[in-house]
């Protein structure tokens, strides 16, 4: 089968002031009919709860939605947070959208990070690895056995089959990855792709993920290559380059302060949970406190379409950059007709322009 570089969406159904839920979801909704329609590879939704940044706090619930109203693009989480639910639960309803998508579904699964909505759900986040790790592989396992017999620290399974059972023989997973080598290893031990680049801070760090990913492969003898991993980038494209950095840079300062309000990893007592050490206190105060410009990002991709297509190349050839997830209208305050404008254009100029990059990962991937 011949690779080619993949395209995907990413959402959390940001609800700025003066937009109702309603209006929230009806855009999105479009927007996905949209996306479907024009080419892009995938959807991906993220989960969050109890803030208005991110009003998305069962992203299977609205992915069974867009099953309905989509016809060929694959229907991704980026992610789901397994510590907030029972392993079976989870693997009911991913198998529920996977049968409505007819085999479209891709699980992406994350440990999840802020201490507003582990407090929320009632659990623990310094057990957040430990249940993220045991909870990962049951659900696959769930999904791809019958008769599941399993006794873990925090779940036991006890001669289980799910129903119904998925389309696919093996429903994809993806881990979301930032700096934990042990969530690395977990991944790639696992067979799993990787989801990489953080959509809750404008940082300058995804080169560094994809170096760390090849590391990990290099741990655990297997190819060197991109192939499996996803990476996000925010982005607008308009044939204006001024009116996309404008656009772009006003989402973005509107999503940052949302986020400062709501997202941080520390609790209330300003300790820093088990396993956070690296996503949390100088790091929160230098990426969330006090961000870069979003155009000054390295892998922020804006403006006109012959610009972002120069950068996907350069990125490319760089570091491997190969699957990307699209962050747009990242504060959700751009007008729908602009976001479907950028959709119409991405999918006509940028996507034809770069598709064949994925035929082979570049050899300074791995050096």
Do not use: C
């Amino acid at each position: 089968m011949v690779r080619v570089v993949k395209f995907g969406l990413f959402y959390i159904l940001q609800q700025p002031p003066g937009k109702s839920a309603v209006q929230v979801y009806e855009d999105n909704l479009e927007q996905f009919r949209v996306a479907d329609e024009v080419g892009f590879d995938e959807i991906f939704l993220g989960e969050h709860r109890i803030s208005e940044y991110g009003t998305l706090p069962n992203p299977l619930v609205l992915a069974a939605a867009a099953a309905r109203v989509t016809k060929r693009i694959r229907l991704g989480t980026a992610v789901i947070i397994p510590a907030f639910t029972h392993p079976v639960r989870a693997a009911e309803e991913i198998a529920m959208v996977d049968v409505l998508s007819n085999g479209r579904f891709h699980l992406g699964v994350g440990r999840g990070y802020q201490s507003r909505e582990f407090s929320a759900m009632g659990v623990d986040q310094n057990e957040s690895m430990g249940r993220f790790l045991e909870s990962t592989v049951m659900i696959e396992r769930l999904l791809t056995e019958e008769n599941v017999t399993a006794e873990g620290q925090y779940w036991n399974l006890d001669d289980i089959t799910v129903y119904p059972r998925p389309v696919q023989k093996r429903v994809p997973i993806s881990v979301a990855v930032f700096k934990t080598q042990q969530t690395f290893d977990f991944a790639v031990e696992q067979g799993y792709g990787i989801l990489a680049g953080n959509p809750y801070s404008v940082q300058a760090e995804i080169e560094t993920t994809y170096k760390e990913y090849m590391l990990a492969r290099r741990r655990a003898g297997a190819a060197e290559t991109t192939e499996q991993a996803w990476g996000l980038a925010s982005t607008f494209v308009d044939n204006d380059q001024a009116r996309a950095e404008q656009l772009l840079r006003q989402t973005s300062s509107n999503y940052m302060a949302q986020l400062g309000q709501h997202g941080s990893v520390m609790g209330k007592d300003g300790t820093i949970p088990k396993s956070y050490e690296l996503h949390a206190d100088t790091w929160w105060e230098k990426n969330v406190n006090h961000p870069l410009d979003v155009l000054d990002v390295p892998s922020t991709l804006v403006g006109h379409p012959d610009k972002v297509i120069e950068k996907l190349h350069r990125m490319y050839e760089e570091f491997g950059f190969q699957n990307v997830i699209l962050s747009i209208n990242m504060g959700g305050d751009i007008d729908q007709r602009d976001v479907l404008r950028t959709y119409e254009l991405i999918a006509d100029k940028v996507i034809p322009a770069v598709r064949h990059l994925g035929a082979d990962v570049p050899s300074s991937v791995s050096a």
